[in-house]
């Protein structure tokens, strides 16, 4: 079935760069979506890209996109200690017409001062 | 717009009672979603809906029911509650294009 797969947690220095992975199994993805989550809060899209691009620029995030080898990537520049936050890989099917979305198990990302 | 609401924040059941979840969206979105979401883990699909008088399972269906009498609104039923469903509910909605829009979530425990 689908499977959407992330690491659980990644810690970094406020100011670097953060690199959070993702990797799915379904090669009929159409869009892939990253969100953000903070505590106590609900989910926040923060950007998304179709399938058939490679990569996707949006201010201090790019996404990249391997489609051969099924790997997402949502890379932070300039990361700051309000970007602490759960960060959620998922994709949309497209063999789905409902737009149900398959969500992997969240990053957490820890900012340090 | 207020987005995708839900209510309450917050509750605490004993097993065995019935409560239901509240979702509204001011959107006039078609597409409606209950989302849970336990600890560590990503969201699991419950139950979805298409449009006004359509709703169908998703990944996670048993114990819960849904209805979808309105395009605003989708609440989620629990009618015998059990400790394997304290977790975090969201609810979402989208029109046509691809993007979902997901409330702040509904923290239950059930003791």
């Known amino acids: 079935g689908e499977d959407v797969e992330q690491s659980l947690f990644l810690s970094v220095r406020e100011g670097d760069s953060s690199v959070i992975n993702c990797t799915y199994t379904?090669?009929?993805?159409?869009?892939l979506y990253w969100y953000k989550q903070e505590p106590g809060a609900g989910l926040q899209l923060l950007t998304y890209?179709?399938?058939?691009?490679d990569m996707k620029q949006d201010q201090r995030l790019t996404v990249l996109l391997n489609k051969k080898d099924k790997h997402l990537s949502l890379r932070i520049a300039d990361t700051q200690t309000g970007d602490s936050a759960i960060y959620f890989c998922?994709?949309?099917?497209?063999?789905?017409?409902?737009?149900?979305?398959?969500f992997g198990q969240g990053t957490t990302l820890q900012v340090k001062p | 717009n207020a987005g995708v609401t839900q209510t309450p924040k917050f509750r605490i059941l004993k097993i065995g009672q019935s409560m239901t979840l509240q979702c509204t969206q001011d959107m006039n979105h078609n597409y409606m979603y209950w989302y849970r979401q336990d600890p560590g883990m990503g969201l699991k699909l419950i139950y979805y809906?298409?449009?006004?008088?359509?709703?169908d399972k998703g990944e996670v269906p048993n114990g819960y029911n849904v209805s979808r009498s309105t395009t605003e609104d989708f609440p989620l039923r629990l009618e015998l509650a059990a400790p394997s469903q304290t977790s975090v509910y969201f609810c979402a909605s989208r029109l046509s294009t691809d993007t979902q829009y997901f409330g702040p979530g509904t923290r239950l425990t059930v003791l």
């Open positions: 998922a994709e949309k099917s497209g063999s789905s017409n409902t737009g149900k979305l398959i």
């Open positions: 809906s298409v449009g006004a008088g359509i709703t």
């Open positions: 890209i179709f399938s058939n691009m």
């Open positions: 379904d090669s009929s993805s159409t869009y």
